[in-house]
């Protein structure tokens, strides 16, 4: 780049002139000349979908099954308030409101006001997620500022099909939105831990959930759940499975499992560890539900999630 003489350039470009040599003043000699700031010390989404939901029908398509995934998920609500079930939490979402789903995070949407929304979602990969750790289990009400950001977002990403998208403006527009959420306010106090509606059958899912997350490290039978909760057994599995269409066993199953996707990301445990810890009788019992449900061994997942690998998609979201 060359530097016009500053005899030749207006008042304006004078004084940036002058306030470069300024700052550089204070640059020191780096400690070396060929290792420096990488983008991997960034916030960099990657790898990154966007997508609508307009019909509550596409909103559980197959279930809690779809609702364990390596990815992480940004929902943002337009219009329909609804609420969203993370972890062991329920969300009274409202328009102008957005939720960050972390990687194996159980979720669902249920109760949904009308038959027609306007969600928007966003799905990503990201290396280096602690900048915003703040928004796990903590949905935000967006401001005009990350109301603008988004729209910046979603307008280069709806771009023709005959016009090249800008990535590099896409995964940067999408770090400015994510670190702007860690500053806009959350959703308000009494939207938190809600029973998603008075319907029974509904305050039983809840339960169910409950008490599943919380005992994550055993075996839990279905017995055992019913006996907890007061209900027959033939009662639970008909309740949950025309809830969210999926047996209650393997939503045991997968909650166990993405319990276990959990730990191989984000502890120092070893692979027998979390699978006793996830409630499975032998690590051969562990491995082999694990590469069942993601394709490939709980070894071979800690060690792409570390590299920065690809992961398989195994029929997940």
Not at 29 to 47: C, K, R, V, Y
Not at 221 to 247: K, N, P, Q
């Amino acid at each position: 780049m060359v530097i016009p003489n500053p005899r030749n350039v207006n008042t304006a470009d004078k004084r940036i002139a002058q306030n470069l040599r300024r700052l550089m003043r204070d640059i020191h000699e780096p400690a070396s000349l060929f290792s420096g700031l990488t983008i991997q010390q960034s916030l960099a989404p990657e790898n990154i979908i966007v997508f609508k939901r307009t019909d509550t029908t596409l909103l559980k398509p197959e279930g809690v099954s779809v609702n364990f995934h390596h990815r992480f998920e940004l929902v943002t609500v337009l219009d329909t308030s609804a609420p969203a079930r993370i972890d062991r939490t329920t969300y009274d979402l409202h328009p102008g409101e957005c939720a960050l789903i972390f990687p194996n995070q159980f979720h669902h949407f249920m109760d949904v006001s009308r038959t027609t929304l306007d969600w928007l979602f966003i799905t990503f990969e990201l290396k280096n997620p602690e900048a915003i750790r703040a928004l796990q289990n903590s949905p935000r009400v967006l401001d005009s500022k990350g109301l603008q950001t988004l729209h910046t977002l979603v307008e280069e990403f709806v771009k023709p099909q005959h016009v090249q998208r800008d990535t590099l403006e896409i995964a940067y527009q999408l770090s400015r939105l994510l670190l702007h959420l860690c500053n806009c306010p959350p959703v308000p106090a009494e939207r938190r831990d809600i029973h998603s509606s008075d319907d029974v059958r509904d305050v039983i899912l809840e339960s169910i959930n409950k008490y599943v997350r919380s005992n994550l490290s055993r075996a839990v039978t279905i017995s055992d759940i019913a006996e907890e909760l007061g209900y027959s057994v033939s009662h639970l599995r008909a309740v949950f499975r025309d809830r969210l269409g999926v047996s209650l066993g393997k939503y045991m199953r997968e909650s166990r499992l993405s319990q276990a996707a959990q730990f191989l990301q984000q502890s120092e445990f070893n692979v027998s560890e979390i699978g006793e810890k996830c409630g499975f009788e032998s690590l051969y019992a562990f491995s082999r539900a694990f590469r069942k449900a993601y394709g490939i061994p709980p070894r071979t997942y800690r060690q792409l999630v570390q590299e920065g690998g690809v992961l398989p998609v195994s029929g997940k979201k």
